[in-house]
Structures are given as C-alpha cells and as structure tokens.
C-alpha cells in the first residue's frame, strides 16, 4: 500500500461513517491538507526504511501516515507516549485522523521507536513543504516578518560541581556492576563506592555560608579523588576484559553496549573531575564552552539573556521568525548563546528564498539591533524596519522615527511572537524537551512548530470554508 493511499476500511469503519461521525472541524481541515501533501509521507518512509535490508519483509509496522499524524497529534495535544495510545485507541475520531480506524493500536513503545528513526533534517524539509504549500494556497503573502529568540531547556537537574560528580560515580557503578554479571566468578573486582561518594556529596551540598570557607575545599578533593578511583576502576575493567567472550549472540551485544556506555561516562566522568578542580581546588574561572552541565545531556549550552527571573538557563537557544497569519516560517537549534543580531541576514534570505521577495515589514526586539543589519534590511528591499535602538542617547532623527505611528504599529505587530512563544510553551509543551540526545532535541522543536503551523493552516482553510458556506 502506498504511503498516500487510504487503508481498505472494515465493515465497522462503514457503519461509523453510516451513523455521521466525523472529525472536529479543525482537524478534518488539517487531514484534508495533509492529504493533499502526499510527499510528506514519503519522507517519514525513508526514515522509516533507513539500514533495512528488505523493508517489505517482517512484522508489519506503522505506516508511514500513521506515525506523522500521531507525531503531529502528539504535539498539538502535548501528551506523553502512553497516554497518545490510550487516546487513539479510546476514540474513533482520532483513529481516522491517525488513519488506524479499526486496525488494533500498537502499544506506546512502537510509536517510541518509530519516532526515534526520525531524522532532524526531515522534520525541517517537512516544515518547509507545509509553509511552501501553504505560499502556494496563498494562505500567506510573506510580507511581514517578526523574530525573536527563546530558550527550549533540556531535561537536567541544575548542575553543580558535586551533583556532576555523584552523578557520574553512581552512573558508572552501576554499568560497572551489570557489566561484571557477565564476567567469570571471580575473575574481576569493582570497589562499590557510591556510599561514600553519595555522603560527601550530601554533605557539600549541606554546607552553610560560614562552613564552606573551611571545609568545602577538603570535601571536594576527597570527592574527586572518589570519583577519579571510580573512573580508574571502570578502565581498569575494561582492560582486563578484553578478550572475555560470552557463548550467546545477545549476552555478547549487550557485553559491548555496556563497554561502550562505560567508555562515554568514562570521558565526560573525566571533564567533570578537570573541571572540578580547576574551578573549585585551583579557583580557576572556567570558559562556558568547555564546561560539562550534565552527563545524561552533554549537549547541553548555559544561556545568559538578562532575564531578571531567570538570569542562567540550561538548554539550547532556539531562533524563531513568524509570519503576520502566525506561521513560523523559520526555526533553528542554535550551538551556544551567540547574538541575537548574527540572525537577520540569515533569516532575510531564507525568507526571500520561500516568497520570492524581502518582506515590506521587519520587525525585531533591541537585542537584533546593529547598523549593520539595519544596511542589510535596506539593500534586501525592506521598506519598513522596525528595531528599536538598543542604548545609548537617541538621534532627534532616531527619537522622532520610533515615535512614529506607523514604527509603532510595527512593534505592536512584533509583540505578537512574544503570545506564539507562549502557545509553544504551555499549550504544546515546547518549554522543557524530556527527549535524550541533539537529534532528538531537534526533532522535538520541528515537531511541535510543525504543530503550529498546522494548527494555524487549519483554522485558516476552516474559515475559509464557513465563507463559502455562508456565501453559498
């Protein structure tokens, strides 16, 4: 069955559909349009495919619509694994938007895994089909054009020079301890020490303001020398099992597995033990870029914003450009905290690339202000560019420009992805990603702007419909 065709309906999806159940309007606007969208599936296919030797062989798995509806469903309603499943298979409006109608709903897992074989650069062509067809329905003009910048933070624990260095003692101590169960009786020996790596943590962490000038410094080199013994050991380990070999096919895969997530904690147990000392033992001041935040999210970048609630977060800066219907035209995971005012140029010929054509409206907070963007805006054809100064005493020119009417409409139009960031955040769970892993963290941010952007296309075909209706 091909990945745009209908699956063969049952005797009951008939009676169904005999007694007027249909879907909510909202979502029977967005499977008419992904149904007209047809080389969306045929990505996920690929993905799906990828490193399978014969993919028509096997156990018949999700098909390539299933899993991007449930992706998509996933998102809008901003529910965990378990309870997606349970909700597809408890209602069959959402079984016939998922396409599943009476075929038996896998258990949750199966949607785990096939998301899992998602790739971040198909979620982005993906996002970028949808706002090219939604161009082509004229659905949107492009020209206005608003951005700005958030803060999508990673599923860790504020870290800490003690925490990182429990964390990694108790990581490897137990994939030290489940890889000996493997070994021969006898013939290796890994000292537990998580309890007294876990006592001087507990007791750094207890530490009053007057006692750390006394003690902090003592407890933590008893703290790392724990953990360099722990990392010691688990090499040590590795080392004298080389050539051990078990008789089944799974022991020995997971023999490896273990070898090679003992090897990883090794190094990062390794950078945390250099960073604790040279920022604690040695009072040296540590670089951002070479700190470890977590072992459990290496990937993990500290981003400074001047937030006053919230003046450190941990995760990644996400860059986001809108359009005036409230599509998100653009998005990208940034490495590190750069400026925000690196991000115009760029966004300006993405955006020329999906119209055609600079947009008339720029309209961006302070933080994306420099004379050299506003030199950019002007050669790309922007007619309206709507940057507040960032500091320093105004211009009369500059003073009488940002008092005019038409620049503050400009801004009040800008204030509008401030209220898109918000929807992300708490009504499609864009706030805190609890996915492991780069990859994942990506494809959890396409995902949920892929959301949007069809939430938004949606409601837009929907009234379009109520007109013709009205007008019929």
């Not at 380990?237 to 597995?257: C, D, G, Y």
């Not at 250099?274 to 072992?295: D, M, N």
């Not at 999210?297 to 409230?326: C, M, Y």
Request: charged share 30%.
């Amino acid at each position: 069955m091909g990945a745009g065709a209908k699956p063969q309906l049952s005797f009951a999806d008939l009676e169904f559909l005999h007694q007027g159940i249909r879907l909510e309007p909202l979502l029977q606007s967005i499977s008419d349009f992904l149904d007209g969208q047809a080389d969306l599936a045929e990505l996920v296919r690929a993905d799906l495919e990828c490193g399978l030797k014969n993919p028509a062989a096997g156990r018949r798995g999700l098909t390539p619509q299933q899993v991007l509806r449930s992706l998509i469903l996933q998102r809008v309603k901003d529910w965990d694994y378990r309870e997606l499943r349970e909700r597809i298979a408890d209602g069959y409006t959402l079984r016939r938007f998922t396409t599943f109608f009476s075929q038996p709903v896998p258990t949750h897992d199966a949607f785990h895994r096939a998301f899992r074989r998602l790739r971040p650069e198909t979620l982005r062509t993906i996002n970028e089909r949808v706002v090219k067809a939604a161009v082509a329905q004229r659905l949107e003009d492009g020209k206005k054009l608003r951005t700005d910048t958030t803060v999508v933070e990673t599923d860790i624990h504020h870290p800490t020079d003690n925490r990182l260095l429990w964390d990694t003692v108790r990581v490897i101590s137990r994939l030290a301890h489940r890889f000996t169960h493997f070994c021969a009786d006898g013939a290796v020996h890994f000292r537990n020490r998580t309890r007294s790596a876990r006592r001087r943590a507990l007791e750094i962490e207890r530490l009053t303001a007057r006692q750390r000038q006394e003690q902090q410094v003592p407890k933590y080199r008893e703290l790392i020398h724990i953990t360099q013994q722990v990392v010691g050991q688990a090499r040590a380990l590795l080392e004298a099992t080389k050539a051990v070999a078990t008789i089944e096919l799974l022991s020995q895969l997971r023999v490896e597995r273990l070898r090679t997530e003992i090897t990883h904690y090794c190094a990062l147990g390794e950078r945390v033990i250099a960073q604790a000392r040279r920022r604690v033992l040695e009072g040296e001041q540590v670089p951002t870029e070479e700190k470890v935040f977590s072992i459990f999210e290496p990937h993990t970048d500290l981003i400074k914003r001047g937030k006053i609630l919230k003046p450190v977060e941990f995760g990644h800066k996400i860059f986001l450009a809108e359009s005036a219907r409230g599509l998100i035209t653009q998005y990208q995971v940034l490495d590190g905290n750069p400026s925000d005012t690196d991000q115009v140029q760029p966004s300006l010929l993405r955006h020329t690339e999906t119209f055609g054509r600079a947009p008339d409206l720029y309209a961006a907070d302070r933080g994306f202000e420099s004379s050299d963007n506003v030199r950019v805006c002007q050669d790309a054809g922007v007619k309206l560019i709507c940057i507040p100064q960032r500091g320093g005493k105004k211009s009369p020119e500059r003073e009488a420009f940002e008092k005019n009417p038409a620049f503050k409409r400009g801004q009040r139009f800008r204030a509008g992805i401030e209220g898109r960031i918000s929807v992300l955040f708490r009504g499609r769970g864009m706030k805190r990603c609890v996915a492991e892993g780069r990859e994942r963290f990506e494809i959890f941010v396409g995902a949920t702007v892929l959301a949007n952007n069809l939430l938004i296309i949606g409601e837009i075909l929907h009234q379009r419909q109520k007109c013709r209706r009205r007008a019929a």
